[in-house]
């Protein structure tokens, strides 16, 4: 591991980055050009303290997991994720589609919408990122592992997931599930996880294996989805998704009509997002 180079290249990275560019506010009495150590550190969930340590370069040599999180908290690119790594004395992680670097374009973009429900998905379908709103909508999809992890297993095998749709949207939900898994499961080949994901699951849910049967492709879900929440009830949101090419990653952001009730649901949740996490939240 080249410490030094290690260091250097961390503080310039932080250096480079402004607060707007992770969605941090710029005080008046701010003297730092870039970003401070506490909030770097936040961001990768570490703590200041020995951030400071690996910038000076006397700090214990960090795990695959701890250059990753630093690697996605100072938004480096895959070209600079992978030289970090190298720095590290690490193996680069593989640049395949089920990858779980965050595209830095997205997680830009993801920055500036803290009061808005957004979250990034992984190829296979797992969340990788969400704001505290979309958490407050969907519940916290960044904590579960394994299989758990892909949205179309917990929609088949853990058909709790579901009380958050109407019941009469659901069947189309569970066929879209479907499609996109033969979507993915076609492009990336029988080795890859998605289809392993399909044999799972053609072995363990016969609904599965029904719709996989029929053998549908090119079902998306529809751009307004209803949503029954247990603490604000029913409401429609529109979901918008933009798309990165290079990483198989996709941002999903969902509003609501100004002026409707869906609207004034939806600024409750910010509310209770910013509660589970006890940030304060602005008025409007």
Not at 189 to 197: H, I, L, N, V
Not at 235 to 253: E, G, N, R
């Given at each position: 591991?080249?410490?030094?180079?290690?260091?250097?290249?961390?503080?310039?990275?932080?250096?480079?980055?402004?607060?707007?560019?992770?969605?941090?506010?710029?005080?008046?009495?701010?003297?730092?050009?870039?970003?401070?150590?506490?909030?770097?550190?936040?961001?990768?969930g570490l703590s200041s303290d020995y951030l400071a340590r690996l910038e000076r370069g006397d700090g214990p040599h960090p795990s695959?997991?701890?250059?990753?999180?630093?690697?996605?908290?100072?938004?480096?690119?895959?070209?600079?994720?992978?030289?970090?790594?190298?720095?590290?004395?690490?193996?680069?992680?593989?640049?395949?589609?089920?990858?779980?670097?965050?595209?830095?374009?997205?997680?830009?973009?993801?920055?500036?919408?803290?009061?808005?429900?957004?979250?990034?998905?992984?190829?296979?379908?797992?969340?990788?990122?969400?704001?505290?709103?979309?958490?407050?909508?969907?519940?916290?999809?960044?904590?579960?592992?394994?299989?758990?992890?892909?949205?179309?297993?917990?929609?088949?095998?853990?058909?709790?997931?579901?009380?958050?749709?109407?019941?009469?949207?659901?069947?189309?939900?569970?066929?879209?599930?479907?499609?996109?898994?033969?979507?993915?499961?076609?492009?990336?080949?029988?080795?890859?996880?998605?289809?392993?994901?399909?044999?799972?699951?053609?072995?363990?849910?016969?609904?599965?294996?029904?719709?996989?049967?029929?053998?549908?492709?090119?079902?998306?879900?529809?751009?307004?989805?209803?949503?029954?929440?247990?603490?604000?009830?029913?409401?429609?949101?529109?979901?918008?998704?933009?798309?990165?090419?290079?990483?198989?990653?996709?941002?999903?952001?969902?509003?609501?009509?100004?002026?409707?009730?869906?609207?004034?649901?939806?600024?409750?949740?910010?509310?209770?997002?910013?509660?589970?996490?006890?940030?304060?939240?602005?008025?409007?």
């Open positions: 591991m080249d410490r030094t180079a290690f260091g250097t290249f961390l503080r310039t990275r932080r250096e480079a980055l402004q607060p707007e560019d992770v969605g941090l506010r710029r005080g008046p009495r701010r003297r730092t050009s870039g970003l401070r150590r506490e909030e770097v550190a936040e961001l990768a695959e997991q701890m250059v990753g999180a630093l690697a996605r908290g100072l938004r480096l690119t895959l070209d600079e994720r992978d030289h970090v790594f190298l720095l590290a004395g690490l193996r680069p992680p593989a640049r395949t589609a089920s990858s779980q670097h965050i595209s830095p374009g997205l997680m830009r973009i993801l920055d500036r919408l803290a009061d808005t429900p957004a979250q990034i998905m992984g190829s296979a379908g797992e969340t990788l990122v969400q704001t505290d709103s979309a958490a407050a909508l969907l519940g916290d999809q960044t904590a579960y592992t394994g299989r758990m992890r892909s949205s179309a297993y917990r929609w088949f095998l853990e058909p709790s997931v579901r009380d958050i749709y109407p019941l009469d949207d659901q069947p189309h939900h569970g066929r879209v599930q479907v499609a996109q898994l033969r979507n993915a499961a076609a492009q990336r080949g029988p080795e890859s996880e998605a289809a392993e994901m399909v044999r799972h699951l053609l072995e363990h849910s016969e609904e599965f294996a029904a719709l996989w049967a029929e053998s549908e492709v090119g079902l998306r879900f529809t751009e307004e989805k209803r949503f029954v929440h247990p603490d604000v009830g029913e409401l429609a949101l529109h979901c918008q998704m933009v798309f990165d090419p290079d990483q198989a990653q996709s941002l999903l952001v969902f509003t609501a009509t100004p002026g409707t009730e869906s609207a004034e649901k939806l600024e409750l949740l910010v509310v209770l997002g910013a509660q589970m996490t006890g940030k304060a939240v602005s008025a409007p």
